[in-house]
């Protein structure tokens, strides 16, 4: 099993990215996908997740209504399209997948795989 996840950068406060995670070795419709984010000198949190059945998603109290995840399972993969973002954004964002769920949230202790992470900056 693989994750890349790309389509970081650096933005201005207010302006959006557009993360991707494609998976391989397994299939979106039978497990969950879940994105976090680790910035300097914190934890890694989950920030979204989308279900691997009916594509149901979780998103952080921080990010709910800026952040939306959505996937494609015959490309196999997964979207994160984050909005009105602001400096406390600033992370290293990681997709990852537990394989024994198809439900979320995707807590940190089950992830199996993920993805190596991509940086986002915004400056404001």
């Known amino acids: 099993v693989q994750l890349q996840a790309s389509g970081g950068g650096t933005v201005q406060a207010g302006g959006s990215l557009t993360l991707s995670c494609a998976a391989s070795g397994v299939s979106l419709r039978y497990v969950a996908i879940g994105w976090f984010r680790q910035a300097p000198g914190r934890e890694r949190e989950g920030v979204s997740c989308i279900s691997a059945s009916d594509g149901t998603t979780y998103y952080a109290d921080s990010v709910k209504g800026r952040f939306t995840i959505s996937k494609d399972n015959r490309k196999n993969t997964v979207d994160l399209q984050v909005n009105s973002m602001k400096p406390e954004d600033t992370a290293v964002y990681y997709c990852?997948?537990?394989?024994?769920?198809?439900?979320?949230?995707?807590?940190?202790?089950?992830?199996?795989?993920w993805g190596k992470g991509t940086q986002v900056t915004v400056s404001s």
């Open positions: 990852a997948a537990d394989l024994d769920s198809m439900a979320c949230p995707i807590h940190f202790s089950g992830v199996d795989y």
